[in-house]
């Protein structure tokens, strides 16, 4: 079944027609960057306070908002779901007043975030509803026995569509009779820990939620109290016991948002393979355990990271440390920027060695990477050396949007490298192909439309 679901994910594309078609090739300017631009706004913040603002039926406009795949599947289904929501290009996303949700016999596609996922069940079963859920590839293969054990204790009931099945498409039925003591049990995800704290917050009342004793827990604390607190909601945390009562909320106008850690950290490492400085404009993530061993990451990369009120800015020191300890906290998403920065470490005449890569890390993947780089990781000690690799005129098939931006930057590197997949890299950051076009100093500032003037020219007629 999982193979059939893989296949239905799978574009057939004829042979002579794949053997014709080169790769998108990558040949940036050779110059010292200087980038100065705003930093999009965190995916996670965004969708977060766009779950706030459309179950209170509130407004709230969203200035530099990451406008990726996630962000338009979630906008999608909160409007599906009886919300009124816009963005335009230039980031700003706009929730009407006075449009509550309804989950009542709906049928919902929610893409393949795993966020998306939770915040639309736990918003979900605060009423009766009745709803199913479909999704892409990932979530059809993704487990979701922790959600479906959950559920219950909460008056509501998950069931897979497909028998034999434990992602999407499900049905979720929802009592909404809610309990005000709530024990989270250890095994739910990260993802659902966050909805749920965002969640409760429409619960009748005062509730408790007793979280596991994990970093997890912690990290989704101080991701979602302070936008609860922003919004008038008492919510208190002593240790791993939350109380959150509900209240009116006061939605602010337009909140301000910190900077998308991942996006950010990627830019921040372009100065280590093309010289030169980059700076972004906003606000760098505060009390966030993934920020600062972003920025641990960066430094044990050669690069010299400065931080400051209005944002935060890298240039590359060639001083490198060791790039272990960072990841082995990091998700596997930030494997391709180590590589990218290790690869940088040995271009620079110094001794370089493959980092340990985050548990769950495509470690095929990281081998493709470097030998694109005309690298070779040692078997041994991972020391790096260099080999003869040639580049296949199709391109290299990136797996991910991290491992494509890795290899967009490593063009810096090594003259020739080409990409056969490159859209796949707008699903994380849709202006990045204006940003790499633009180098050394991209304008992402979108330009004013051209005012044309529809009225006819006047005749003059002269009658003789």
Same mark, same amino acid.
């Given at each position: 079944?999982?193979?059939?679901?893989?296949?239905?994910?799978v574009?057939?594309?004829?042979?002579?027609?794949?053997?014709?078609?080169?790769?998108?090739?990558?040949?940036?300017?050779?110059r010292?960057?200087?980038?100065?631009?705003?930093?999009?706004?965190?995916?996670?913040?965004?969708?977060?306070?766009?779950?706030?603002?459309?179950?209170?039926?509130? #407004?709230?406009?969203?200035?530099?908002?990451?406008?990726?795949?996630?962000?338009?599947?979630?906008?999608?289904?909160?409007?599906q779901s009886?919300?009124?929501?816009?963005?335009?290009?230039?980031?700003?996303?706009?929730?009407?007043?006075?449009?509550?949700?309804?989950?009542?016999?709906?049928?919902?596609?929610?893409? *393949?975030d795993?966020?998306?996922?939770?915040?639309?069940?736990?918003?979900?079963?605060?009423?009766?509803?009745?709803?199913?859920?479909?999704?892409?590839?990932?979530?059809?293969?993704?487990?979701?026995?922790?959600?479906?054990?959950?559920?219950?204790?909460?008056?509501?009931?998950?069931?897979?569509?497909?028998?034999?099945?434990?992602?999407?498409?499900?049905?979720? #039925?929802?009592?909404?009779?809610l309990?005000?003591?709530?024990?989270v049990?250890?095994?739910?995800?990260? *993802?659902?820990?966050?909805?749920?704290?965002?969640?409760?917050?429409?619960?009748?009342?005062?509730?408790?939620?007793?979280?596991?004793?994990?970093p997890?827990?912690?990290?989704?604390?101080?991701?979602?109290?302070?936008?609860?607190?922003?919004?008038?909601?008492?919510?208190?945390?002593?240790?791993?016991?939350?109380?959150?009562?509900?209240?009116?909320?006061?939605?602010?106008?337009?909140?301000?948002?910190?900077? #998308?850690?991942?996006?950010?950290?990627?830019?921040?490492?372009?100065?280590?393979?093309?010289?030169?400085?980059?700076?972004?404009?906003?606000?760098?993530?505060?009390?966030?355990?993934?920020?600062?061993?972003?920025?641990?990451?960066?430094?044990?990369?050669g690069?010299?990271?400065?931080?400051?009120?209005?944002?935060?800015?890298?240039?590359?020191?060639?001083?490198?440390?060791?790039?272990?300890?960072?990841?082995?906290? /990091?998700p596997?998403?930030?494997?391709?920027?180590?590589?990218?920065?290790?690869?940088?470490?040995?271009?620079?005449?110094?001794?370089?060695?493959?980092?340990?890569?985050?548990?769950?890390?495509?470690?095929?993947?990281?081998?493709?990477?470097?030998?694109q780089?005309?690298?070779?990781?040692?078997?041994?000690?991972?020391?790096?050396?260099?080999?003869?690799?040639?580049?296949?005129?199709?391109?290299?098939?990136?797996?991910?949007?991290?491992?494509?931006?890795?290899?967009?930057?490593?063009?810096? /590197?090594?003259?020739?490298?080409?990409?056969?997949?490159?859209?796949?890299?707008? *699903?994380?950051?849709?202006?990045?192909?204006?940003?790499?076009?633009?180098?050394?100093?991209?304008?992402?500032?979108p330009?004013?439309?051209?005012?044309?003037?529809?009225?006819?020219?006047?005749?003059?007629?002269?009658?003789?």
């Amino acid at each position: 079944h999982q193979l059939f679901t893989l296949l239905q994910e799978v574009d057939v594309i004829d042979r002579d027609e794949e053997d014709a078609r080169p790769g998108f090739n990558l040949s940036p300017s050779r110059r010292a960057v200087d980038v100065n631009i705003d930093a999009p706004a965190s995916i996670r913040q965004t969708r977060l306070w766009l779950a706030l603002a459309t179950a209170a039926a509130s #407004e709230v406009t969203i200035r530099g908002a990451l406008i990726n795949d996630p962000m338009i599947d979630f906008v999608k289904a909160l409007n599906q779901s009886g919300a009124s929501i816009s963005w335009d290009e230039a980031g700003n996303v706009h929730a009407k007043a006075g449009c509550p949700l309804d989950f009542s016999d709906k049928v919902v596609y929610i893409g *393949e975030d795993a966020l998306n996922l939770y915040l639309l069940i736990f918003l979900a079963i605060g009423a009766q509803s009745h709803l199913k859920i479909t999704g892409g590839a990932a979530l059809k293969l993704a487990d979701l026995s922790a959600l479906s054990h959950f559920l219950p204790g909460l008056g509501a009931r998950l069931t897979n569509v497909v028998p034999k099945t434990k992602g999407l498409p499900v049905r979720l #039925e929802s009592s909404g009779i809610l309990p005000d003591d709530v024990t989270v049990p250890d095994d739910l995800p990260a *993802e659902a820990l966050c909805a749920l704290l965002l969640a409760a917050s429409f619960w009748p009342g005062t509730v408790t939620l007793r979280l596991p004793a994990t970093p997890v827990s912690a990290s989704c604390l101080a991701a979602v109290l302070p936008l609860l607190h922003e919004a008038g909601i008492k919510a208190t945390a002593d240790g791993d016991t939350v109380r959150i009562t509900s209240g009116t909320m006061t939605i602010p106008a337009e909140p301000a948002l910190a900077m #998308e850690p991942l996006v950010a950290t990627y830019l921040l490492g372009l100065p280590a393979v093309a010289g030169g400085n980059v700076r972004l404009t906003g606000l760098w993530p505060a009390a966030c355990a993934e920020a600062e061993a972003a920025i641990a990451l960066l430094k044990a990369g050669g690069l010299e990271v400065k931080r400051d009120k209005d944002g935060i800015a890298s240039t590359y020191a060639a001083v490198p440390g060791d790039m272990d300890a960072p990841l082995a906290t /990091l998700p596997p998403a930030y494997a391709p920027l180590a590589v990218l920065l290790a690869a940088a470490t040995f271009a620079s005449e110094k001794p370089a060695r493959m980092p340990a890569l985050p548990a769950g890390t495509d470690t095929l993947a990281a081998t493709g990477l470097l030998g694109q780089l005309g690298l070779e990781a040692d078997a041994e000690d991972g020391a790096l050396t260099r080999v003869e690799t040639d580049i296949p005129g199709a391109g290299w098939a990136s797996p991910a949007p991290e491992w494509s931006m890795a290899l967009a930057f490593g063009s810096f /590197l090594r003259n020739g490298l080409r990409l056969a997949n490159p859209g796949n890299i707008t *699903e994380l950051m849709p202006a990045f192909w204006a940003l790499f076009n633009g180098l050394p100093s991209p304008d992402l500032k979108p330009k004013p439309k051209e005012i044309i003037d529809a009225k006819p020219a006047r005749r003059r007629i002269i009658a003789g």
